[in-house]
């Protein structure tokens, strides 16, 4: 057990490393002035010697390598062009915006997919539920995040005003963590994190419905049954036993949602990482476009790195080689 | 190789006809009525994707005027622009009949090169094994690492939106999964007692891989390609409507973003309807049709008769 343990911390921090190479090649190879990414154009010709002799931009490809290694370790990622301080004092408070919206959605979205997935999945076979259980969550699946938050915006918001169209709402003199739990916040909150559910349900339901087919005509089921005891603890009896695959995927999809999630964020301009992410892509912010995608590739790392720890940890039949 | 040759040809060595296990796919798909209607849709999409230059009224980019010389902007449906006018004053339907061109050209054209991608680093991982499946799987691995849609930001951004790239992008992060994949039917196909047949018959590996690997995991290949049109039209709706896409056409992903951006989300329905239900068709679509082939072809979810 501690030697796999050991063994994939090993092979996270290999693919940690491959990923920030790829990211060293696609900042600094691509575009046609290197020196651009990490150089604020308009600085006189000392400030711009300075700077390079400072971020080892003067040597060779690999001396350059080398330097954006050393300083990736120390993690220092340079200064936003933009906003003229270190990068990580803007994404900070970035990320626990995104943390707000990612993870109660996703969490919300599995409950909800996992219950209606049940359902779904004990239905009769072949029956009406099951196949418009089926029909609508795949058809649910299929809609980009961006419409589902442009339809909300539309009908709550603009149509009924029933919510805020933008922002998280103005903290006020409240600071630190008082800010988020104000009702003003959660007003603000209500329609992006709806976007997340609607988003990631249909994956869940169907995910857990495949679970409950499989394990319904399964021994122990016939055993539950035949003790008499009512449907719905039968069903429960299968969902508990689907549940794994759904858990070993909220990982994985945790990462995949921050990812994900510039759209949602964009489109109700909740100020977070991968909002700013885009942002700073535009306005040619290298720095801080190259800080936020490293995170965003770290937290992918992590979240898989944890999954496959907890899943040896809930399925006894997993051993660790 | 000629006609006579094949026909002495030892029985273990010919394997299976590509043909029949095309076939048993396209059948299998046919079977489900909700994939029958997927391909349907589809298949309409794709003939209106090809007429689109000849059906649209106007040039997608051209501004429309009023008959008092203004630039006509954000018209509601007339007889002459059937689906309005945006705030630019071009027609919303030459727009949109444009628009799927370019989901379908995007969508088809990255499934092709993922589905060749994942097929022969899956069939090479898996089939050779050894030093090569490790260093293969490790390389998928730390693809797998990449967030999806910040790499494909980043990346477009700095190669620049043009169509070309965007393909290339979709490309290079979507060969990883479907890699998985088909090595791990690879791995089970390769273990079946007809390869080893063939393989003492003295079939070559090129042999065993033509006609025994692939003909018979020819499903899991077409319901990655599937996926993979879903995965390739979603992502460059998303990129366009996040300000990425190439400028020199249209799409729906950017017409949805113009919409967005100047601020005529509640106003100009008859400018957001058409593209965002027109996307929800073609990925849902192509979601029915992976979803029946999965349930048909894992038979602990296929009905017992």
């Known amino acids: 057990m501690r030697a796999y343990i050991l063994r994939r911390l090993a092979q996270s921090v290999l693919v940690v490393w491959a990923v920030t190479t790829i990211m060293f090649f696609m900042f600094r190879v691509m575009p046609a002035d290197p020196t651009a990414m990490l150089l604020e154009r ?142 003003e916040f959660l007003h603000h909150l209500a329609l992006p994190l709806i976007a997340v559910i609607i988003y990631f349900m249909p994956e869940n339901l169907l995910l857990m419905r495949s679970g409950v087919v499989e394990n319904r005509t399964e ?56 909002r700013e992410l885009v942002f700073a892509v535009s306005r040619q912010d290298y720095p801080l476009a190259q800080a936020a995608f490293f995170l965003l590739a770290v937290m992918i790392v992590l979240a898989n790195l944890a999954a496959d720890l907890v899943y040896g940890k809930l399925d006894p039949r997993v051993v660790y080689k | 190789m ?39 849709i589809l298949f309409a999409f794709i003939v209106i994707a090809i007429l689109a230059p000849y059906i649209s009224p106007y040039e997608p980019f051209k501004a429309m005027m009023t008959e ?85 930001i ?20 979507f060969w990883r999964n479907g890699a998985r994949i088909i090595r791990s039917a690879v791995l089970t196909e390769r273990e079946r007692v007809y390869v080893k047949w063939a393989r003492a018959a003295g079939a070559s590996h090129f042999q065993i891989i033509m006609r025994h ?14 996926m993979s049109v879903a995965f390739a039209v979603l992502t460059e709706a998303s990129l366009s409507f996040l300000g990425l896409g190439d400028p020199t056409v249209v799409s729906w992903g950017q017409m949805l973003n113009t919409a967005f951006s100047s601020g005529n989300l509640r106003t100009a329905w008859w400018w957001v309807i058409p593209p965002s239900v027109a996307l929800v068709m073609l990925v849902s679509s192509l979601y029915l049709i992976g979803r029946a082939y999965e349930e048909q072809t894992n038979p602990r979810l296929r009905v017992r008769k």
């Open chain 1, 42 to 183: 308009g600085l006189s010709e000392q400030a711009r010697e300075k700077l390079l002799q400072e971020w080892g931009l003067t040597g060779t490809l690999w001396d350059q390598y080398i330097a954006y290694l050393a300083n990736i370790l120390q993690g220092d990622f340079g200064n936003s062009f933009l906003y003229r301080k270190p990068v990580w004092d803007v994404l900070t408070p970035l990320i626990i915006n995104t943390l707000w919206i990612a993870v109660p959605g996703l969490l919300l979205g599995a409950a909800l997919g996992a219950v209606l997935g049940t359902a779904v999945g004990w239905a009769r076979r072949g029956g009406k539920l099951e196949r418009m259980g089926i029909f609508l969550a795949t058809v649910i699946r299929g809609v980009p995040n961006f419409v589902i938050g442009i339809a909300l915006l539309t009908i709550f918001s603009s149509t009924l005003g029933w919510f805020p169209e933008f922002g998280m709402g103005d903290p006020g003199d409240r600071t630190g963590f008082a800010r988020y739990f104000t009702l």
């Open chain 1, 219 to 274: 021994d122990y089921i016939e055993l539950v049954r035949a003790k008499g005891v009512p449907q719905s603890r039968v069903a429960w009896h299968a969902a508990r036993n689907s549940m794994l695959p759904l858990i070993t995927w909220l990982f994985p999809a945790l990462a995949e949602t921050i990812a994900g999630i510039v759209v949602i964020e964009i489109v109700f301009s909740w100020p977070g990482v991968g």
């Open chain 2, 2 to 40: 000629t006609q006579a040759n094949s026909t002495n040809e030892p029985v273990a060595i010919k394997g299976r006809s590509w043909l029949s296990a095309v076939g048993q796919s396209l059948r299998l798909v046919a079977g489900d009525s909700f994939a029958l209607a997927g391909l349907t």
């Open chain 2, 68 to 152: 008092t010389g203004r630039l006509n902007r954000l018209s509601p449906p007339t007889s002459a622009h059937l689906l309005g006018t945006t705030s630019f004053g071009n027609d919303v339907l030459s727009q949109f009949l444009h628009g799927f061109r370019i989901a379908l050209l995007v969508g088809l054209v990255a499934a092709v090169a993922v589905g060749f991608i994942s097929t022969v680093v899956g069939v090479i991982s898996g089939y050779f094994g050894g030093y090569v499946d490790d260093i293969l799987m490790r390389i998928t691995d730390i693809a797998l690492s990449i967030p999806t849609l910040p790499f494909a």
């Open chain 2, 154 to 173: 980043v990346a477009v951004a700095l190669l620049g939106p043009s169509v070309e790239n965007i393909i290339l992008v979709i490309t290079i992060l």
């Open chain 2, 213 to 226: 690997i692939l003909p018979n995991i020819v499903r899991v290949i077409f319901l990655w390609v599937t």
